[in-house]
């Protein structure tokens, strides 16, 4: 089974940038979809970025334009690049690994990020 192990939260001011990463094991990286989930304290879990295997890419309408996701395979690695981020964005962030269709098999522990003065 993979294993993910997220890293890079903290807390950053609003207009600021973050960029997470996810060590991801236990398999071959590169033939799997990777992405990105969010949840704030009282709200589900929304999707925010996913990069298939063969690199095409999607966003939330929330985060377009402000987020970038991207992948090293020979590092076994998924990033999330923020910026100009907003008090909005405050939450825990999640990897997870792309299943079949759009789903998704295996999730890491996530990291917190917080914007905030």
């Known amino acids: 089974q993979v294993q993910l192990v997220e890293s890079g939260g903290g807390l950053v001011q609003p207009g600021g940038s973050l960029r997470l990463s996810c060590a991801a094991s236990?398999?071959?990286?590169?033939?799997?979809?990777m992405g990105w989930h969010r949840q704030a304290p009282g709200n589900e879990r929304e999707f925010v970025a996913r990069i298939a295997s063969g690199g095409t890419i999607d966003y939330a309408d929330s985060v377009a334009g402000r987020f970038a996701i991207s992948r090293d395979n020979a590092k076994n690695t998924v990033y999330l690049q923020m910026n100009s981020l907003k008090p909005e964005d405050t939450a825990v962030y999640y990897c997870?690994?792309?299943?079949?269709?759009?789903?998704?098999?295996?999730w890491g522990q996530g990291t917190q990020v917080t914007v905030s003065s």
């Open positions: 236990g398999s071959i990286f590169g033939f799997y979809a």
């Open positions: 997870a690994v792309g299943g079949r269709g759009n789903t998704w098999t295996r």
